[in-house]
């Protein structure tokens, strides 16, 4: 690359990819609408056929950019370009988790004391449900859902969130081998990251299994029931994205990728992960102990 073009913005090259994402996504959202409209046995194969070209795409994409990069067409522009899309992206999943922190505030702070009669003088636990009671956790009125149990802070959501502490500790640690061009070091704290990563998937999943047969504690267990899963579910799904975000950084490494002085695909993984255990700090708070 001469000395003109680094100075230069890079453009890539006319890619087809947009046109095979769009084209992934407009298959699955018809698929999925035909699946919950329809009792043909073959109408979530639509669905399946667009993830399929979804994933497509992002493999051929991703694989794109990654040989861009390795071949150094990228200059410092294009490193600051990559870096406020990453900003701006998990700035968008702080929104996205903000609206559930909210709903969970708001139901739990105003509308089920509201209900309860608290601050009004209105009686609305006698005149909309008589004998509603406004208590945290709330399982709806009339018990409709059942008695349900919640789950103790202090068993695997405690266990949980030491992981993910210690997933953030082993994840900067790469981090810093990488900057210093130990790649052994690099790999191996990788890779203690995504079995962290990966034991937390494995005790969420027994968690809801516990919740669901020991505990009562369901989807449908009004809106306590509503919150818990929607966040944590959330939530785990980001974790299971972030562990196969670091599992391929690992599989890079292990190729030769990623330079000390230059590996924003690096960086940009580990800020989600960082992203991600902050988030569930705040659900351990705010849905398991408070």
Do not use: C
Not at 23 to 51: C, E, H, R
Not at 156 to 184: C, D, F, K, Q, Y
Not at 222 to 236: A, E, P, R, V
């Amino acid at each position: 690359m001469s000395e003109t073009s680094k100075d230069q913005y890079y453009v890539p090259h006319l890619a087809k990819w947009p046109i095979v994402g769009t084209v992934g996504m407009t298959v699955t959202f018809v698929g999925a609408t035909l699946a919950m409209n329809s009792q043909t046995s073959t109408t979530p194969w639509v669905m399946y056929a667009g993830i399929a070209i979804i994933l497509t795409m992002f493999f051929g994409w991703f694989s794109e950019v990654i040989k861009e990069s390795e071949d150094n067409l990228y200059n410092k522009q294009v490193d600051g370009s990559f870096r406020m899309g990453m900003i701006w992206f998990i700035f968008s999943e702080v929104m996205f988790f903000a609206a559930f922190f909210g709903a969970l505030f708001y139901a739990r702070t105003l509308s089920i004391p509201w209900l309860g009669g608290e601050g009004t003088g209105l009686a609305t636990n006698e005149v909309l449900w008589n004998g509603f009671e406004g208590v945290w956790p709330s399982n709806g009125p009339g018990e409709l859902n059942g008695r349900f149990e919640i789950i103790d802070p202090y068993h695997l959501p405690l266990v949980n969130t030491l992981l993910l502490i210690a997933s953030s500790v082993t994840i900067t640690i790469a981090h810093h081998a990488l900057r210093a061009g130990n790649r052994s070091q690099t790999i191996f704290w990788l890779i203690a990251t995504v079995i962290l990563g990966a034991v937390f998937i494995f005790f969420q999943a027994e968690e809801y299994v516990l919740a669901y047969q020991e505990f009562n504690l369901k989807l449908s267990s009004g809106i306590y029931g509503s919150t818990f899963f929607m966040l944590t579910g959330f939530h785990g799904v980001h974790v299971t994205l972030g562990a196969i975000m670091i599992s391929i950084i690992t599989i890079r490494v292990i190729k030769g990728h990623f330079k000390p002085e230059s590996h924003f695909g690096f960086e940009a993984v580990a800020w989600y992960w960082h992203f991600v255990d902050v988030v569930w700090l705040g659900l351990f708070i705010f849905v398991y102990i408070l």
